[in-house]
């Protein structure tokens, strides 16, 4: 608290009040109002309406919930969200995450952060986030289906293309857009192909989505590198997770020159000095689901480190691309300790408030999961340009769009960071950043 600004501080008790036990919530709304402090002494007008508040109350909470039958004919129940944080620049966009750990608080956390995040693209989209705490792991395609059925029987009243248009996350990907999508066009009969992103490529979807986050996370840690005269040639990486980001950063790691020597699951580390090979890493993740210890049986020379903590294995660059709070103080230390250059978050918030301490107080180059991965976000919304124009455009076009995309963030970044009296620090580059675009249309709407 030390550091939120005297005249922040009591809207940060108010949220603290009224949203209980939603402690990741609590950890991203203090992680931006530290930020805003000069801000909101700049821009009196914010203050006055009560522009801090508004944000940190979301427009709308849905909460369902979801009844399904799994394969032995057995009735499941589980809980359903949709969080409609913020549209003074947008249709509410964010994505759906089904994991068995998901509630309330995580998705206010998730649903926060997107608002900034979007408004640092530059792109016309609102912030959301929506999920379930079904799990799909271990669940057979089938019960999958019957899952993202009922959930999108009532999540559909709810969305649209101008209203809210969900994506993947965790747990969702294009298999489970698919089954919703379908749903939403049985239910509705309409064929809407803007209700939803990260849809299949012949059936609205648009190249490079797949790739986004992961290419654009590592596009922005080239930019950060770049400013301080380096590149990944060369350069030992670890990337944490073996899912959509993790793949995908791993993937533009290696074409940018970087060797990344280790990936990992919820049960372990995979460890190839020789550097990953990301074929069979696809392979075992994308095509047959099954767990990244079995890298280790085809590539013999390669170590698995059951229940191991990737962050120990020395680096120059780390990527974290699994999911919150996964860096703590100690990894922090660790990772400086051992010759860590530069950090680019591809998952959101996924280092503590004392990890990201450790960062900044070392001056390495640190990228906040809302800068660093809002490259997903962002094709999702080119996806919706090409929706809208019922067009389809090559992946090289669409590659650069990105890439352009998170060049811009970052310089928008970096140098605000700068006018802000805080060279380097892209946290208060990005928070000022995405806060004044949102708080600057809200005041123009009025008070709704
Ligand atoms: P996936 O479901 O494709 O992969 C998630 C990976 O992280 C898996 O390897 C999973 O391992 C691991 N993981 C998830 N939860 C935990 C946990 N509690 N503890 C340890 N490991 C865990 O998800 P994505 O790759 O899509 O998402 C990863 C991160 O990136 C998330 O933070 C997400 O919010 C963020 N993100 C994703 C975007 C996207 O476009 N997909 C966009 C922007 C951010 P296991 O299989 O063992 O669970």
Known sequence: MAHVDQKIEGMYQEVLKRNPGETEFHQAVLEVLESLGPVVSKHPQFLERKIIQRICEPERQIIFRVPW?????????????????????????????????????????????????????????????????????????????????????????????HTDVPAGDIGVGGREIGYMFGQ??????????????????????????????????????????????????????????????????????????????????????????????????????????????????????????????IWDIPCQVAMPSATQNEINGKDAVTLVKNGCIAVGEGANMPTTPEGVKVFLDAKIAYGPGKATNAGGVATSALEMQQNAGRDSWTFEYTEKKLEDIMVNIHSNCFETAEEYGAPGNYVIGANICGFIKIANAMVAHGLV
């Not at 990301?278 to 049986?297: H, T």
């Open 69 to 161: 039958q799994d394969d032995k004919g057995e009735v499941q129940i589980n809980r359903g969200f949709r969080v409609e944080f913020n549209s003074s620049l947008g249709p509410y966009k964010g994505g759906l995450r089904f994991h068995p750990s998901v509630y309330l608080g995580i998705i206010k956390f998730l649903g926060f952060e997107q608002c900034f995040k979007n408004s640092l693209t530059g792109l016309p989209i609102g912030g959301g986030k929506g999920g379930s705490d079904f799990d799909p792991k271990g669940k057979s395609d089938d019960e999958v289906m019957r899952f993202c059925q009922s959930f999108m029987t009532e999540l559909y009243r709810h969305i649209g293309e």
């Open 184 to 309: 939403y066009k049985r239910i509705t009969n309409r064929y809407e192909p803007g209700v939803l992103t990260g849809k299949g490529l012949t059936w609205g979807g648009s190249l490079v989505r797949t790739e986004a986050t992961g290419y654009g996370a590592t596009f922005f840690v080239n930019e950060m590198l770049k400013a301080r005269k380096d590149s990944f040639a060369g350069k030992t990486c670890l990337v944490s997770g073996s899912g959509n980001v993790a793949i995908y950063t791993i993937e533009k790691i290696h074409q940018l020159g970087g060797k990344c020597v280790a990936c990992s699951d919820s049960n372990g580390v995979i460890y190839d000095e020789k550097g990953l090979d990301l074929d069979l890493i696809k392979q075992i993740k994308e095509v047959e689901r099954r767990r990244v210890s079995d890298y280790a049986k085809t590539h013999k020379h390669a170590k698995y480190i059951a229940g191991g903590n």
